[in-house]
């Protein structure tokens, strides 16, 4: 398969959002009985939505998370405060519906896609997808963690379920990932992206004490420096210190954006994953939304360069895609507001009243 030629194929395919839907969603929003822009966010949900799928009313009918697991070797350099093994342990549990994102998912309606991509060990089950590019990266401390035509084909992987996904009627996706060592190569791809030191990028992921700590930045720094990607190639940054699962959930953004589905970014990984597809095709930011602000500090830093906002802020830091369902929820709270609220006229209310008020300007500070 020539991957640079599909890939190509893919980032043409992704088109600008629809303006004029976009502009008939405000219209219908400033015509809702309410004073102008009070549903805040919402509102600009549901003229995104618009401009999205080119419909001024929308509705989710099928929701999904897909979940790219993969090993990561930098966690040989002690990165990781858990086992690699867990990566395969909790791949297995997405199945038994027992981690955070199974429970979460299951709540919020929503259908998981696993997918193993490059998970370190042969698992075999027969709801996960077996679209494995190699056992696990290379050691990006060492040298780079996959090769070229590796971290195209993982990106391809991710398109390839997302469009899976949408064939089976979903039409809001969520990228999750699960993979030991994987806020490690999601922090070296951000100091490659942004020139960034390691004190803004690399947080504590799991959970280390402040020696573990301090040597993860090192060795992120170190890998960083070795390899030294192209910053304004996304995928030899990939290929260089990146991961199989956060170039296969850069597909998931592409597929979306080209098949004009909405995507839910969840916390640190898929963000640097987002910014990844948002410069191989910038189009495909006007497809993406943010679920939860995460608890590692260079998730903040992501979400600048996408210049993207979070929905909610849980003080989460679990991964996996676990924001993705309470984001859906926010996004359907949208849909069913510009449907079934009524219009002034609807309402017989007189709106020249709005002539005489300026809109106001809350406070949104909440004391703890």
Same mark, same amino acid.
Do not use: H, P
């Given at each position: 398969?020539?991957?640079? &030629?599909?890939?190509?194929?893919?980032?043409?395919?992704?088109?600008p959002a629809d303006t004029e839907a976009i502009a008939k969603a405000r219209e219908r929003l400033d015509n809702l009985a309410k004073p102008p822009g009070s549903l805040g966010v919402l509102e600009d949900i549901a003229a995104r939505l618009a401009g999205i799928t080119g419909q001024v009313l929308n509705t989710i009918n099928k929701k999904a998370v897909i979940i790219l697991s993969a090993d990561n070797g930098v966690v040989e350099e002690g990165v990781a405060s858990a086992p690699q093994s867990v990566t395969y342990a909790q791949t297995l549990n997405f199945m038994r519906g027992v981690t955070g994102v199974a429970v979460l998912a299951k709540q919020a309606n929503a259908s998981l896609y696993v997918v193993d991509v490059g998970i370190n060990a042969e698992i075999s089950h027969p709801n996960i997808i077996n679209r494995k590019v190699r056992m696990g990266t290379g050691n990006m401390r060492k040298g780079p963690a996959m090769t070229r035509e590796e971290a195209m084909k993982a990106i391809l992987v991710g398109a390839e379920v997302a469009e899976m996904a949408i064939a089976d009627g979903c039409d809001l996706l969520g990228a999750g990932e699960m993979g030991i060592g994987n806020t490690s190569t999601s922090s070296a791809l951000l100091m490659a992206l942004?020139?960034?030191?390691?004190?803004? @990028?690399?947080?504590?992921? @799991?959970?280390?004490?402040?020696a573990a700590f301090a040597h993860k930045k090192r060795v992120v720094t170190e890998a960083v420096a070795l390899n030294n990607p192209d910053r304004s190639d996304p995928v030899d940054l990939l290929a260089?210190?990146?991961?199989?699962?956060? &170039? &296969?959930?850069?597909?998931v953004y592409l597929a979306a954006a080209k098949n004009r589905v909405p995507v839910v970014i969840d916390g640190f990984i898929s963000a640097v994953a987002a910014v990844l597809a948002f410069r191989l095709a910038p189009d495909s930011l006007s497809y993406m939304f943010g679920s939860h602000l995460s608890e590692e500090p260079g998730y903040k830093l992501a979400?600048?360069?996408l210049g993207l906002a979070a929905m909610l802020n849980m003080r989460m830091r679990l991964g996996e895609g676990s924001g993705c369902p309470l984001g859906f929820s926010i996004i359907e709270f949208a849909c069913a507001m510009m449907n079934h609220m009524a219009t002034f006229e609807e309402a017989s209310i007189d709106s020249e009243y709005l002539d005489q008020i300026d809109e106001i300007s809350f406070d949104q500070t909440v004391n703890p």
């Open positions: 398969m020539n991957y640079t &030629a599909e890939l190509t194929q893919l980032i043409k395919a992704v088109k942004t020139g960034c030191s390691a004190d803004l @990028a690399v947080g504590r992921g @799991a959970g280390l004490d402040e260089k210190v990146g991961g199989l699962d956060i &170039a &296969a959930m850069t597909g979400m600048e360069q």
